[in-house]
C-alpha cells in the first residue's frame, strides 16, 4: 500500500542491504543512476552496500535512501520478539 514494505533480519548487514535493494527497485533506478545521484565514480560503490559489502553509518545510511528516494519516509524498529 502506498509502496509501504517491511523488511525484518536478525543481521543489521543484511537487513540494509535489503532496504536499499528494495527501495531502488521500487523507485526504479538502476545502481548505476544511484551512484550518478551520490556521485560515485562507479555503480560498484554503490553496489557494495547493496551486497552487504559495506555497511554505512546511520548518516550515510539517510545519505544512500535520499539518493534512492528523496520524498520517501523510512521508519525504523527495533523487535525484541526472538523466533522460536
Known amino acids: ?3 509501504a514494505f ?3 533480519s536478525s ?5 540494509v542491504s535489503l532496504l536499499l535493494q ?3 527497485q521500487l ?4 545502481l548505476s543512476q544511484v551512484a550518478d545521484r551520490l556521485g ?3 555503480r560498484n560503490s554503490y553496489a557494495r ?3 552487504g559489502q ?13 539518493a534512492v528516494n528523496p520524498n520517501a519516509d523510512i521508519v525504523i524498529n527495533e523487535s525484541t520478539t526472538t523466533a522460536k
Open 49 to 51: 552496500y547493496e551486497r
Open 11 to 15: 543481521d543489521s548487514r543484511h537487513m
Open 40 to 42: 560515485f565514480s562507479s
Open 54 to 66: 559495506t555497511v554505512p553509518t546511520l548518516g550515510k545510511l539517510g545519505e544512500l535512501l535520499h
Open 27 to 30: 523507485s526504479g533506478l538502476s
Open 1 to 3: 500500500k502506498n509502496g
Open 6 to 8: 517491511e523488511v525484518a
Open 22 to 24: 528494495r527501495k531502488r
